[in-house]
């Protein structure tokens, strides 16, 4: 592997809504569960709040009935400006391209912030952009084409219906990379509550071990950044601990989720300009 550097293309901000397209929008007040100790939104509360409204939307049409099997690919995260609590979010969900199988879905979520006794302080609106490669799959977990219909509605709301993948993160660096600098391994602790119904590791709980990482790189999440975590395999009830092998350089942090020596997730945060 060459020495990674985020291209344009990692940092070009994410397509806005077409004018007149159709769009989901659903509520949700802010949890103290779901916040940080400076009361800023967390990366997997973020992801949880992706995954209600993915859910609500999906129960408020036909796919509920025609394509209601879904896995994430990839997660953009875009922190324009922080959410915190206390708040409203509010988010906007549509379809931002697709093909036959999968779909770009993008989600907005806006904060109306509020104060109390704990944060009296007033801030700013909240923003954070987000966009999910999501892949309709049957119920043998194998990638399936989308319903007529639902092809019919999603089309609808862009112009890009020849939609690829690209994997935007870097792939784990090899020994043989002697020009880069050695990333650093640490061990993060699985619980059974980081499981679904589905035997899976729950996309969030990917999320909490970013979080756990950003910890020690305040200056990332200081200003506007951006986040890109990349599934490429489950990870079952049965795996005690994940190996998070991280590496900085410069204004991004990369970082290999690996279950029993097998990556199974990749992650990026790059300071935005």
């Not at 509020?114 to 977990?141: C, D, K, M, S």
């Amino acid at each position: 592997m060459q020495g990674f550097s985020p291209s344009d293309a990692f940092r070009q901000p994410l397509a806005d809504r077409r004018d007149g397209a159709l769009f989901f929008e659903a509520k949700y007040r802010l949890r103290t569960g779901d916040v940080d100790q400076d009361m800023r939104l967390r990366l997997d509360g973020m992801a949880r709040t992706l995954q209600d409204v993915a859910n609500d939307n999906l129960e408020a049409t036909d796919f509920a009935h025609t394509d209601p099997f879904w896995i994430v690919r990839r997660t953009v995260i875009d922190v324009i400006e922080p959410i915190s609590w206390p708040g409203t979010v509010t988010a906007q969900r549509w379809c931002g391209a697709l093909s036959t199988r999968w779909t770009n879905m993008r989600v907005r979520m806006t904060a109306e912030h509020e104060t109390n006794l704990f944060n009296p302080t007033q801030r700013p609106a909240g923003l954070v952009e987000t966009e999910a490669f999501w892949i309709n799959v049957n119920q043998q977990g194998l990638p399936a084409r989308i319903s007529d219909g639902g092809f019919a509605l999603l089309s609808s709301m862009n112009d890009v219906h020849r939609l690829k993948w690209k994997s935007m993160n870097p792939d784990l660096p090899s020994e043989a990379d002697a020009d880069t600098a050695a990333p650093v391994d640490r061990q993060h602790v699985l619980r059974s509550t980081d499981f679904d119904p589905f035997k899976h590791m729950n996309n969030a709980a990917y999320w909490a071990a970013v979080e756990d990482e950003l910890v020690d790189h305040p200056d990332l999440t200081a200003t506007r950044h951006r986040a890109v975590l990349e599934y490429l395999r489950p990870i079952s009830p049965d795996t005690i601990a994940l190996t998070v092998r991280r590496r900085r350089e410069g204004d991004q942090l990369q970082m290999w989720l690996l279950a029993n020596g097998v990556t199974a997730a990749t992650a990026t945060v790059t300071r935005l300009t």
